[in-house]
C-alpha cells in the first residue's frame, strides 16, 4: 500500500492545503479535478474525472484529503471516497494553534494563525480558515466553514454545512444551525434558526 495522499480538488483551496500537507512532512501523489481543471496544482500532477479514484485505489493508494470549498460537495465527495475504501485524513497547519482537548473528526482542514481553544470540538470535514479563533467548548458540525479572521466565543455551536464569511464574529453561549450562509463582517448577538442567509450587524436574515 501507498502512504501517499490522493487530494480531491485542483483549485485554489486545494492549493492551500497541498502546501499545509507539506507542512506536515505529508507527500502528495495526485489531485483528482474535473474537466476543467488545469495540468499541475501546485506541482502535483492533475488527474481529470472522479472515476481517477478508483484506478488510484486499485494501485494502492488509501489516503484522501478533500480539498473542495463547497460544503456540500465536499460532503458528498468524501462519502464517495470513503465508499471506495479510502481513509479520511487531516490538513493541519503546524502554524495553527489547538488544545490538546480539542477534538477532530476527519478530513478536517485547519489553516495557518488559527487558533482552536479547550475542549472545543470540529466534526470532519470542516474547515477553520486562516487565522480564526474558536474558543472554549464551541461546536463546530460537519463540513461547516469558518471563513479567515472569525471569531467565535465560547460555547458556540454551528451545524452541518454551515458557512461564517470572512471577519464574522459571534459571541458567547449562540447557536447557528445548519444550512446557514452568514456574511462577511456580521455580528451574531442572537441565535439563527432555520436555514438561510443572514448578515449585518447585528446579524438578521437576508429574505425568507
Given at each position: 500500500?501507498?502512504?501517499e495522499i490522493v487530494?480531491?480538488?485542483?483549485?485554489?483551496?486545494?492549493?492551500?492545503?497541498?502546501?499545509?500537507?507539506?507542512?506536515?512532512?505529508?507527500?502528495?501523489?495526485?489531485?483528482?479535478?474535473?474537466?476543467?481543471?488545469?495540468?499541475?496544482?501546485?506541482?502535483?500532477?492533475?488527474?481529470?474525472?472522479?472515476?481517477n479514484l478508483m484506478?488510484?485505489?486499485?494501485?494502492?493508494?488509501?489516503?484522501?484529503?478533500?480539498?473542495?470549498?463547497?460544503?456540500?460537495?465536499?460532503?458528498?465527495?468524501?462519502?464517495?471516497?470513503?465508499?471506495?475504501?479510502?481513509?479520511?485524513?487531516?490538513?493541519?497547519?503546524?502554524?495553527?494553534?489547538?488544545?490538546?482537548?480539542?477534538?477532530?473528526?476527519?478530513?478536517?482542514?485547519?489553516?495557518?494563525?488559527?487558533?482552536?481553544?479547550?475542549?472545543?470540538?470540529?466534526?470532519?470535514?470542516?474547515?477553520?480558515?486562516?487565522?480564526?479563533?474558536?474558543?472554549?467548548?464551541?461546536?463546530?458540525?460537519?463540513?461547516?466553514?469558518?471563513?479567515?479572521?472569525?471569531?467565535?466565543?465560547?460555547?458556540?455551536?454551528?451545524?452541518?454545512?454551515?458557512?461564517?464569511?470572512?471577519?464574522?464574529?459571534?459571541?458567547?453561549?449562540?447557536?447557528?444551525?445548519?444550512?446557514?450562509?452568514?456574511?462577511?463582517?456580521?455580528?451574531?448577538?442572537?441565535?439563527?434558526?432555520?436555514?438561510?442567509?443572514f448578515v449585518g450587524?447585528?446579524?438578521?436574515?437576508?429574505?425568507?
Open positions: 500500500m501507498k502512504d487530494v480531491v480538488g485542483a483549485g485554489g483551496h486545494a492549493k492551500v492545503c497541498i502546501e499545509i500537507l507539506r507542512e506536515m512532512g505529508e507527500t502528495v501523489a495526485y489531485c483528482v479535478g474535473d474537466a476543467n481543471a488545469l495540468d499541475r496544482c501546485v506541482g502535483v500532477p492533475v488527474l481529470r474525472g472522479d472515476e484506478s488510484l485505489y486499485a494501485a494502492g493508494y488509501r489516503r484522501v484529503f478533500v480539498a473542495i470549498g463547497s460544503n456540500r460537495l465536499r460532503n458528498s465527495l468524501a462519502t464517495s471516497a470513503i465508499d471506495i475504501g479510502y481513509k479520511l485524513t487531516n490538513a493541519i497547519h503546524p502554524k495553527a494553534i489547538l488544545s490538546p482537548t480539542v477534538r477532530c473528526g476527519e478530513g478536517v482542514a485547519v489553516m495557518a494563525g488559527a487558533v482552536i481553544n479547550a475542549e472545543s470540538t470540529i466534526d470532519s470535514l470542516a474547515i477553520i480558515n486562516t487565522g480564526a479563533t474558536i474558543d472554549h467548548d464551541c461546536d463546530i458540525g460537519r463540513a461547516v466553514h469558518i471563513a479567515p479572521q472569525c471569531v467565535l466565543a465560547g460555547n458556540v455551536k454551528v451545524g452541518a454545512f454551515s458557512f461564517l464569511g470572512i471577519g464574522s464574529k459571534v459571541i458567547p453561549e449562540r447557536t447557528i444551525a445548519e444550512n446557514i450562509n452568514l456574511g462577511a463582517g456580521s455580528v451574531v448577538i442572537d441565535d439563527l434558526l432555520g436555514s438561510g442567509t450587524v447585528p446579524a438578521r436574515r437576508l429574505n425568507k
